[in-house]
């Protein structure tokens, strides 16, 4: 066995040494820049030393902000703006898809982030509007409880005078918004880590650089259809599998019941294509716990507000740039509902939770922009009153804290397109299925576009300031129609978790904080914990 293991290891190594130098020659030929070819060992080491991010920056300063980039599949960095305009936006009828990983496992390969051309755009066309403001209000509730239950873990905190690791506190939290706004149950992940769902949802996210499926996609992509045929793929499959069956226990259970509950899973029982059944698995652990769970939770007489998705929707064309509307009635099959609960879960959780701990960690240790925060917040809301969506949208300098905090740690240090057809822009030719590498760390932390960079400064986002900002410098949730569909709703969590704590607490640093922050070297997550202090304000 170890024979074949160390045999793959080393031909898997000497198969992208070739690709590499391949690719060098490919764009060397077009007059394209990049860095010269090297070992394939060396390029994961100056990643794991430097992270993404600074590996970006370090390339861009030496070969500029287009330059041909080491990738499997020939592949181009860019990070200049005007080009980014016409990838994302002016010709993204060119540019839909993403590289195609194709092992994320026959439900997951039906996830919005992996899905391609028509089959993407129908499904986008479906979950979209169930991102737009009017749902967001109605999910207020939901929203506002959670917050209600950190609130009693702050009291705790401070009444017991200790300090409080952020990172992890910040997790719980956007753990709850997302089991009771996506798997419509309430769970309080602060008090109930052996809660299975909370255990198996955090293993999802467990893939390591060591993953085979992950290995492969990125070193030996002509591999694929081989690891697939063995199964292989990238989510932990236990794990997986235990959410589908808690997923199609819930929708069946919705189904049966005809119950309506003021959340995103509502929608996805209304796409579901009334021919597609969903019954529980008879061994299923999860069914009865989490139906229960739910049915605490429901209101028969309200509205059904997800209800009008389905039924007519304008839908914004995505050729040519050229927007025109068009009527759709579409319903989604059992797998791709399956596929997207999981996917919202698995985009939604680390993103949103880091943001959090980035922007505490820098309220922290700016007490001046902590309370001039505090001040906003309390003349909108008033000291004794409660935050809501529509209050929230008045208050311009906490979207500059976020706005600085997603500049300064994007969780998605990349993005990419793939090039369906040829394009040629300026001078460059690009020939159909070229990666294109976005590197929106580095661009957002380009000195040219953001002066002093690792400066913690909410007043570029200013009213006076904010026409300075360069179109397509700023990218935390991408751009154009293929952006974050969740960020309406990340906003949204992110101002209601920290409009709730700064009006009654105060946010302090401690000797344990580590300062400055460090930061993962894939994803912009907080490497370590956040350990801060907490005071009561009154
Ligand atoms: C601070 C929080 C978040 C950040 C910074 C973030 C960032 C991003 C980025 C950079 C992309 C790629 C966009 C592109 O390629 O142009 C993306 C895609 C996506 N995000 Fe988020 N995200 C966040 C929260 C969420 C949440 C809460 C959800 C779920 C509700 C979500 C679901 C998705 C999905 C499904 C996609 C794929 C969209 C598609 O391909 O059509 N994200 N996100």
Redesign the pocket.
């Known amino acids: 066995m170890l024979i074949w293991i160390v045999t793959l290891f080393l031909g898997l190594v000497a198969y992208s040494v070739y690709t590499t130098i391949q690719n060098y020659e490919y764009w060397r030929k077009r007059g394209i820049p990049g860095p010269r070819p090297m070992l394939f060992v060396g390029q994961i080491w100056r990643i794991g030393r430097m992270g993404f991010g600074q590996f970006d920056l370090h390339y861009i300063k030496k070969f500029g902000r287009v330059f041909g980039y080491y990738d499997q599949k020939p592949a181009l960095l860019v990070a200049d703006p005007g080009m980014l305009k016409e990838i994302?936006v002016k010709d993204f009828s060119v540019f839909v898809n993403?590289r195609d990983f194709d092992l994320q496992g026959p439900i997951m390969n039906l996830g919005?982030?992996s899905l391609r051309d028509h089959q993407?755009k129908n499904v986008?066309t479906v979950i979209g509007p169930a991102f737009s403001s009017g749902k967001m209000r109605q999910m207020e509730a939901l929203i506002v409880d959670c917050c209600k239950t950190m609130d009693g873990h702050l009291e705790k905190t401070v009444e017991k005078g200790e300090e409080l690791n952020f990172e992890g506190f910040f997790k719980a939290i956007s753990m709850d918004v997302i089991c009771s706004t996506f798997f419509g149950t309430k769970v309080d992940s602060q008090n109930n880590s052996d809660n299975e769902l909370i255990k198996n949802g955090k293993q999802v996210f467990e893939v390591s650089a060591t993953n085979p499926a992950f290995l492969i996609a990125f070193l030996a992509p002509r591999l694929i259809p081989i690891a697939k045929w063995m199964g292989i793929q990238m989510s932990p499959k236990r794990p997986l599998n235990f959410l589908i069956s808690t997923m199609k226990d819930i929708l069946h259970m919705r189904r049966t019941s005809g119950q309506v509950r003021r959340d995103f899973l509502q929608l996805m029982v209304k796409a579901l294509n009334e021919n597609e059944t969903c019954k529980p698995q008879a061994h299923s652990k999860s069914s009865t716990r989490f139906a229960n769970d739910q049915v605490s939770e429901e209101d028969e007489n309200g509205p059904d507000v997800l209800s009008d998705v389905l039924t007519s929707t304008e839908v914004p064309a995505q050729s040519g740039g050229n927007r025109h509307a068009q009527l759709t009635n579409r319903t989604l099959t059992l797998d791709e509902v399956l596929a997207q609960s999981i996917?919202?879960f698995i985009?939604?959780f680390e993103?949103?939770a880091a943001?959090l701990t980035f922007m505490a960690y820098h309220l922290a240790t700016h007490p001046d922009i902590q309370e001039r925060l505090r001040k906003e917040i309390e003349q909108v809301i008033g000291l004794d009153g409660e935050p809501t969506y529509d209050l929230i949208a008045q208050i311009p300098y906490l979207d500059q804290c976020i706005n600085e905090t997603?500049r300064m740690h994007?969780?998605?240090t990349r993005?990419e397109r793939e090039c369906r057809e040829e394009w040629t822009y300026a001078n460059l030719r690009l020939d159909k299925g070229t990666i294109i590498s976005i590197p929106?760390y580095a661009i957002q932390h380009d000195p040219e576009y953001w002066p002093e960079p690792d400066r913690f400064n909410p007043d570029r986002f200013s009213e006076e300031n904010k026409h300075k900002i360069v179109p397509f410098t700023f990218l935390?949730?991408?751009?154009?129609p293929?952006?974050?569909?969740?960020?309406r709703?990340?906003i949204y969590e992110?101002k209601m978790v920290i409009v709730s704590i700064l009006k009654r607490y105060r946010m302090v640093s401690t000797s344990r904080t580590v300062m400055p922050v460090t930061q993962d070297v894939g994803l912009a997550i907080p490497k370590n914990p956040l350990w801060l202090n907490v005071e009561r304000l009154r």
Do not use: H, S
Not at 476 to 480: A, C, S
Not at 482 to 487: D, F, I, L, S, T
């Open positions: 994302l993403r919005l982030f993407w986008r996917i919202f985009g939604g993103t949103t943001t997603l994007p969780p998605a993005t929106i935390p949730f991408g751009q154009g293929r952006n974050c569909v969740g960020m709703f990340a992110i």
